[in-house]
């Protein structure tokens, strides 16, 4: 099993990021996929979380309005669309799977 992010970087606030999530190794169109993410000296949260059709989902309040997270069942693939982002963005992003996969995780930094 294999989850690889992508698209974190260094931006300023107010601006956008997209988060990829690349899965091998499980049938992923049969799990439901989330994006948590974790602060220098915080827990992990819970960031967003889709269903295993798109069909429906689910965000933490913080991120309501700012981020959108879908997935491409046919590329094995979960993304994290982060817009008017802010400094409290700042933290590791990690790609889940089902609750028992994980990424190695990406770094996105919001700084002037």
């Known amino acids: 099993v294999q989850l690889v992010e992508s698209g974190g970087g260094l931006v300023q606030p107010g601006g956008s990021l997209r988060l990829s999530c690349a899965a091998s190794g499980f049938t992923f169109s049969s799990y439901v996929m989330s994006w948590y993410r974790q602060a220098p000296g915080k827990e992990r949260e819970l960031v967003a979380i889709?269903?295993?059709?798109?069909?429906?989902?689910n965000y933490a309040d913080s991120v309501k309005g700012r981020f959108t997270i879908s997935r491409d069942n046919a590329k094995n693939t979960v993304y994290l669309q982060m817009n008017s982002l802010k400094p409290e963005d700042t933290a590791v992003y990690y790609c889940?799977?089902?609750?028992?996969?994980w990424g190695q995780g990406t770094q996105v930094t919001v700084s002037s």
């Open positions: 889940n799977g089902g609750y028992a996969y």
């Open positions: 889709i269903t295993t059709t798109g069909g429906r989902t």
